[in-house]
């Protein structure tokens, strides 16, 4: 029997799976980042040997094929040094680079047409049509865009914070969650540089990152929904991530919805709001989106999509419930 290797290389894990013709998932696992944008081509090569050998059960048996659904960044230049990591496996019919926004997308549903919005550390949205992507909007990076992203939501909460230390902007509970997250006491102390020893401190902690690092204060917005500073980086994330929506068309007709990263799926919020700005953008519209936590399970309906094995209901059922089973 010819088994399919897939893997999903995400920004904060990366995740392969040993599939079937049938979509049985045979064997699973995991490891680090394998994004090539942020850990560079020798390190998300890495991670994605690691994860696939994990799922191959630690042998280095022969796979059919394999597929890698990765940052958009890597479909333009294919990284050498992951097809000759994968190598090893001996894939017959070679090793296919997929965008981790088709694996997404398919992890929520097995048609070829729909939508999908994606809000974890950067965010983006994207049209499929065909099987293939029609129109992305946003995923330009923190400097460029990802507005209503992880990163965006962080870098709100520590602005909020220092206005709110400085005088700028109003009081906010973000300030306790911030300063407690980067072990910082509170000092009204004034000192020479005319700031506050909080504000100093946080000034000096917070320029210790690199940027897209903010993204890990994006959970403190999440743990104070009534505090009225929070509730508007919220609402501004959710207008962002509809407009970044909107602009691919999404939101209508035209198949599925898939919500994916983890500002949409653990910041529920954001996710409900999304939809209410949505709807009251587009009159008429009212998406229910499939919400999904990761792209593995996609990328192993394009592992069998791309070498001619239709997936219909009962395929991706098999695929999603025997992958959760290896799961658990």
């Not at 979509?23 to 994860?51: I, K, Q």
């Not at 958009?72 to 496996?89: N, T």
């Not at 005088?167 to 509170?186: F, H, S």
């Not at 700031?195 to 210790?208: D, E, H, K, S």
Request: with cysteine; net charge neutral.
């Amino acid at each position: 029997m010819h088994n399919f290797l897939a893997v999903d290389a995400g920004g904060t894990s990366t995740r392969a799976v040993l599939v079937s013709p049938s979509g049985t998932c045979l064997g699973y696992g995991e490891s680090g980042a394998g994004n090539p944008v942020s850990r560079g081509f020798r390190g998300a090569a890495d991670a994605v040997l690691r994860a696939s050998r994990k799922a191959l059960g630690g042998s280095a048996r022969p796979v059919h094929s394999a597929t890698v659904a990765m940052a958009g960044a890597s479909l333009a230049q294919p990284p050498g040094l992951l097809l000759e990591h994968l190598r090893e496996f001996n894939p017959a019919q070679g090793i296919t680079i997929e965008s981790d926004l088709l694996a997404v997308f398919y992890s929520g549903s097995y048609h070829d047409a729909g939508h999908a919005l994606i809000a974890g550390t950067g965010a983006v949205a994207a049209r499929v049509e065909g099987g293939r992507l029609a129109a992305v909007a946003d995923g330009a990076g923190w400097l460029l865009g990802d507005s209503g992203s992880g990163f965006w939501l962080g870098r709100e909460a520590v602005r909020a914070v220092a206005a709110a230390l400085d005088g700028r902007g109003p009081g906010t509970a973000l300030t306790e969650g911030v300063l407690a997250q980067l072990g910082l006491q509170a000092d009204p102390a004034v000192g020479a540089s005319g700031r506050t020893g909080t504000l100093q401190q946080l000034i000096n902690a917070v320029y210790g990152f690199m940027p897209v690092q903010l993204s890990r204060f994006a959970p403190r917005v999440f743990d104070v929904p009534a505090d009225p500073v929070a509730r508007d980086i919220m609402d501004r994330a959710a207008a962002a991530l509809a407009g970044t929506l909107l602009a691919v068309g999404g939101g209508g007709p035209g198949g599925p919805l898939v919500f994916g990263g983890s500002v949409l799926t653990k910041g529920a919020p954001v996710a409900a709001a999304v939809v209410e700005e949505v709807s009251l953008r587009r009159p008429g519209a009212r998406p229910v989106p499939v919400l999904v936590h990761d792209g593995v399970a996609g990328a192993a309906v394009l592992a069998l999509k791309r070498h001619g094995i239709a997936v219909d209901a009962i395929v991706f059922g098999r695929i999603a419930s025997s992958l959760a089973a290896l799961r658990d």
